[in-house]
């Protein structure tokens, strides 16, 4: 057996993470192993590029904090997951997730799996700001990337001034 074992699948353990700035408006917490790359949002990707993680985001106006809730993301985004499967050649994985202020749903695609989350946070008593989860990772499902992006949209704070 030699220094080097190249039949050894690389396991990543996330039990250490950085604190990110997204748009100057919420900090998130990501895989430590994760890398920031340049795009047009943010981004990152392990070294051996097998899993890819973006966020985006968008303000809407409200009239009161509490006037925008889950039934508000589930209006948005539940009709975009079936548009997926019934337009774009996904595959749910059947774990849709709706908990109080997510929604949470995998599909096999050609040979990845992606991993989708929506939330919302109130910025301002005016401002509700909707964030877009996505873990793309070549291979099947594996739990405890459904349990990271749980993790990670649970730990999106507001940008302390």
């Not at 890819?52 to 589930?74: A, H, M, Q, R, V």
């Not at 964030?131 to 990670?152: N, S, Y």
Request: proline letters at 2%; zero cysteines.
């Amino acid at each position: 057996m030699g220094i080097f074992n190249f039949s050894k699948k690389e396991e990543l353990n996330y039990t250490d993470f950085n604190t990110m700035m997204i748009d100057n408006v919420y900090l998130i917490k990501i895989p430590k192993e994760w890398n920031k790359y340049e795009s047009d949002r943010f981004r990152a990707r392990t070294k051996n590029k097998k899993i890819d993680f973006s966020i985006t985001n968008y303000g809407k106006e409200i009239s009161t904090p509490d006037n925008f809730g889950i039934e508000d993301l589930k209006n948005q985004f539940l009709p975009l997951f079936d548009k997926f499967v019934n337009e774009g050649g996904y595959v749910s994985n059947k774990d849709l997730e709706i908990g109080e202020n997510f929604i949470y749903q995998s599909f096999k695609v050609g040979k990845e799996t992606q991993y989708y989350y929506y939330t919302s946070r109130v910025i301002k008593n005016d401002l509700r700001v909707v964030i877009a989860l996505i873990i793309r990772q070549i291979g099947k499902l594996e739990p405890k990337h459904t349990e990271l992006i749980k993790d990670m949209g649970k730990s999106i704070t507001h940008k302390i001034a």
